[in-house]
Nanobody
């Protein structure tokens, strides 16, 4: 059974940094795409970044390009989201997700971790 467990959220001042981690288990993820999403209060869940587990190709939302970096550690089966130059509008619950490369929808989700950026 696939499990995704996020950690690393917290409270940070604007301009600061946080690194989120997503520990993945339950199968081999070499043919998966791993994503980070976020949902602010009263808003829809938005895509933040995606990484292809096998080749490491990455994709970012325009709002985070140049500030956030997604990466993965194959040995630890963990995906990271390094967040720099944080802004108050980055405040949200951040979710890790996984989808098989052939499928359009992310089918596995973590429980989420809260990130709060104070201005």
């Amino acid at each position: 059974q696939v499990q995704l467990v996020e950690s690393g959220g917290g409270l940070v001042q604007a301009g600061g940094s946080l690194r989120l981690s997503c520990a993945a288990s339950g199968r081999t993820f070499s043919n998966y795409r791993m994503g980070w999403f976020r949902q602010a209060p009263g808003k829809e869940r938005d895509h933040v970044a995606t990484i292809n587990w096998n080749d490491g190709n990455t994709y970012y939302a325009d709002s985070v390009k140049g500030r956030f970096t997604i990466s993965r550690d194959n040995a630890k089966n963990t995906v990271y989201l390094q967040m720099n130059s944080l802004k108050s509008e980055d405040t949200a619950v951040y979710y890790c997700a996984a989808r098989y490369w052939l499928y359009a929808e992310f089918s596995y989700w973590g429980q989420g971790t809260q990130v709060t950026v104070s201005s």
